[in-house]
């Protein structure tokens, strides 16, 4: 018998909700969008294209892991080269400024024969332009060895005078988040140099009291939904707290960013509110590092993708590039 006639017969099966499609773009004409996390690396160029057009004038891409482990220093190397290099190119391709912040991450610090030469390789990428802080950094399964390595990417993050971005773990969020703080104080940190990331309304409180910055990542169906962070914003006002999209591999969505700020225009949030928070907020926090301009991005980037970097460019054979005449940017 064919089980699922068999399910048919004796279930409903779950049906999407039926909703109204909502024309988010209409609720945010004209708005400029800053998402401070997002892993363009693992992103495509129709995800550029929909974010230039979704008004995201600038991102920030964090260093992270690539979902299997690496196995020698130098495709640590070339990761974080290519944040540098190619990656902010292709951005500059759709009219986005990108950034990065350069760090080893959580999982792979649990490797430490590796971690340690990777630790060696950190200060080569972290002084570079447009490195807007360490990042990110933190706990995944909070080991020792992750500690360690959390400690002395600190230091670093001290020495270069440079924001900290710091990946909570998705397991034990509340414990992970205060022993991220506590460990961050103890080396002398101020938390207004420390962007604690993936909150939720768990988290929040503690994280704006302690001086820190509370930034939220918009997972689409699970973690902080849109409308949780509408929530969170009418109960803890804007200052200090910004919204991403820490969109990467997985299923997520490189549009969060400005579909929480359409969702926000339409449950009546104030317009600077929603501008803090999904733009202004993000640029003060990172701006400590000394390598956001904001006249780089505040007025529409002219793209010509006949730009070559290292002899390559965006197009494929045949292809017409855009040229912008003037500044000209059509939605
Ligand atoms: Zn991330």
Same mark, same amino acid.
């Given at each position: ?72 220093? =130098?495709? *640590?190397?070339? /990761?974080?080269?290519?944040?540098? &290099?190619? $990656? !902010? ?124 910055? =509370?930034? *939220?990542?918009? /997972?689409?169906?699970?973690?902080? &939904?849109? $409308? !949780? ?103």
């Amino acid at each position: 018998m064919n089980p699922s006639h068999a399910q048919d017969e004796h279930e409903v099966p779950a049906q999407p909700v039926a909703e109204t499609p909502v024309d988010y773009m209409a609720h945010i004409k004209g708005m400029s969008f800053f998402d401070p996390h997002i892993h363009m690396t693992s992103r495509t160029t129709d995800d550029y294209q929909a974010m230039a057009d979704a008004g995201i004038v600038a991102l920030i891409e964090p260093a992270f892991w690539l979902g299997q482990p690496r196995t020698g220093l =130098a495709t *640590f190397k070339d /990761y974080y080269a290519s944040l540098v &290099g190619w $990656e !902010r190119f292709r951005s500059s391709q759709f009219g986005i400024k990108h950034y990065c912040t350069i760090g080893l991450n959580s999982r792979e610090a649990n490797n430490e024969a590796l971690a340690e030469e990777v630790m060696e390789l950190l200060p080569l990428f972290a002084y570079k332009e447009g490195v807007v802080g360490i990042g990110e950094i933190g706990f995944d399964d909070q080991t020792t060895a992750e500690e360690k390595f959390y400690r002395a990417q600190l230091e670093l993050a001290k020495e270069a005078h440079l924001p900290v971005q710091i990946h909570t773990p998705h397991r034990n969020k509340k414990e992970g988040t205060e022993r991220s703080m506590a460990i961050a104080l103890e080396h002398g940190l101020d938390p207004g140099m420390v962007i604690v990331d993936h909150n939720n309304e768990e988290t929040v409180k503690s994280v704006l009291d302690g001086g820190f910055w =509370a930034a *939220f990542t918009i /997972y689409p169906f699970t973690k902080m &939904g849109n $409308e !949780r962070m509408v929530e969170v914003v009418r109960q803890y006002g804007p200052e200090r707290i910004m919204v991403n999209s820490a969109a990467d591999w997985g299923i997520s969505d490189p549009l969060a960013v400005p579909k929480t700020a359409a969702l926000m225009v339409m449950r009546g949030i104030s317009p600077e509110a929603i501008r803090l928070v999904t733009y202004q907020n993000a640029i003060d926090a990172f701006a400590q590092s000394g390598q956001i301009n904001v006249a780089d991005f505040a007025t529409p980037m002219v793209i010509d993708q006949s730009e070559k970097f290292n002899g390559n460019t965006i197009l494929r054979g045949g292809q017409q590039p855009r040229r912008d005449q003037q500044s000209l940017f059509i939605k």
